[in-house]
């Protein structure tokens, strides 16, 4: 087990990371999501040793590690820039690391044809990296990472440079391999459909602060707070402004629904409805659904998919509606919304009452 207490990081008066609390379990897989420079990096050279905290203290199986140099921990890393050594088979760039630990041959042997089947790399050993396809040199980075047996495996974005395919075809293996080795595993992304696919637990971060940790579907379907929401949505999630009277719910424009649900049980007042992209439609999914008037600012067409980027009075937001929408900017056009997918939060932006589908799923 690994725990941050009060673990905080500040540079030169800069805060990368503000007081931490976090426990990570043996053989569980954890992905740090959120955006460029929200603290994930950050967090990762913490748990590894690399940088030790400006306060709070760190725990490895109960025993403080803080200010434990890496070279003393169980703990391997793969960064996005995946590394591998041109002039060396796969076989001998996998057992690097238990040769500079000093094991036996037979051990190394032993390790190195193991970690290569786990990972499907047994009929590259004799190749170089160079002649491999770059699935398979960052499944080679993988494997001298996991021969080490490592307790803690640190993933930073491990996946960004490689291709769509290569991508999921990775992703698809990645929590396979993390089930066979036990090791804890943090998997740092910015995408929340990476996230989603791996599983596991997730913490959302903003700025420097972890802002929800949990297991991953719950966290995507029951987001604290509406930072959390819009960091594990994309594109982000939408908001406008909503009033609550009695039994119907009010929107900015005039678009009144039923306040039903966990709604029903609001207080009066104001608060601010949020809904993901995918969740509009250019025609009614239902017959609750509302309409809102909007504007066209920009069409994104992507293969079978279309992002319609809206202006809807002082609100911008997006859509992701399915087929191709090759629609003029500036049109006016009415998208639908069902407010089974409407969370509510209040002034402080905490989460006031979920979307109806999230306690349905």
């Not at 929107?251 to 995918?278: I, V």
């Amino acid at each position: 087990m690994l725990e941050l207490k009060g673990a905080s990081r500040v540079v030169k008066g800069q805060t990368h990371l503000a007081p931490t609390d976090l426990v990570l379990q043996n053989g569980t897989m954890n992905v740090l999501l959120g955006p460029t420079l929200s603290g994930k990096t950050s967090l990762m050279r913490m748990l590894a040793g690399l940088d030790a905290p400006s306060a709070g203290r760190i725990f490895w199986n109960g025993q403080d590690v803080t200010g434990m140099p890496v070279q003393q921990r169980k703990v391997a890393m793969v960064y996005q820039q995946f590394i591998n050594y041109p002039a060396m088979s796969v076989y001998d760039n996998i057992a690097s690391p238990l040769r500079l630990m000093g094991q036996s041959k037979a051990e190394i042997d032993r390790r190195v044809r193991a970690t290569a089947e786990m990972l499907k790399l047994t009929p590259m050993l004799d190749r170089k990296p160079l002649e491999l396809s770059g699935g398979q040199q960052q499944r080679c980075a993988l494997a001298r990472a996991l021969v080490k047996d490592a307790g803690l495996v640190l993933l930073d974005e491990p996946l960004a440079n490689l291709d769509y395919k290569l991508r999921e075809e990775l992703r698809a293996e990645i929590p396979r391999i993390f089930e066979e080795s036990g090791a804890i595993f943090v998997y740092a992304t910015t995408e929340p459909e990476e996230a989603l696919l791996l599983g596991g637990n997730a913490a959302t971060l903003w700025e420097g602060r972890i802002t929800q940790f949990g297991p991953t579907p719950r966290v995507y379907r029951l987001p604290t707070d509406a930072t959390t929401a819009r960091v594990f949505s994309d594109p982000p999630m939408n908001f406008i402004l909503c009033e609550k009277a009695g039994a119907q719910i009010s929107f900015g424009t005039g678009t009144t629904a039923a306040a039903t649900g966990a709604f029903a049980a609001l207080r009066d007042g104001s608060y601010r409805a949020g809904f993901r992209a995918n969740h509009l439609h250019l025609s009614a999914p239902s017959q609750a659904a509302l309409p809102f008037r909007c504007t066209l600012a920009v069409t994104e067409i992507t293969g079978s998919e279309t992002f319609l980027h809206l202006r809807h009075g002082p609100e911008r937001w997006v859509g992701h509606v399915h087929g191709v929408h090759d629609l003029a900017p500036q049109t006016e056009l009415t998208v639908w919304l069902d407010p089974a997918h409407v969370y509510l939060f209040d002034a402080a932006g905490r989460l006031a009452a979920p979307a109806a589908y999230a306690l349905a799923a």
